[in-house]
């Protein structure tokens, strides 16, 4: 399987828990979260505050938080793919954690 590799190269907040983001190959995505921000990894993130404390890994070109989560470029370069199993994903995590 071929998997692609895309860089962060930057990133701007554009509203409330919406970034756009700014990639090697020249493109762009503009993504809001709120709709994954939930369970145990992601819902720390629901904290506006928390979520606003995203940063640009030097190291590995993706956005990372303060509590250890961070999402695949390829996934944020792609978003409209995986958007939809992101938030299904998310969703069926906030059940486990409320079990």
Do not use: C
């Amino acid at each position: 399987m071929n998997h692609p590799i895309y860089r962060i190269i930057k990133f701007e907040k554009v509203k409330a828990f919406t970034l756009r983001i700014f990639f090697d190959d020249e493109t762009m995505q503009t993504i809001d979260f709120r709709p994954i921000l939930h369970g145990a990894f992601y819902g720390a993130l629901a904290d506006e505050a928390i979520f606003n404390q995203v940063v640009l890994d030097s190291e590995i070109h993706t956005l990372v938080w303060p509590n250890g989560a961070d999402f695949d470029p390829a996934t944020l370069h792609d978003w409209p793919r995986y958007e939809k199993s992101m938030i299904e994903l998310s969703k069926k995590s906030a059940e486990t954690v409320e079990i």
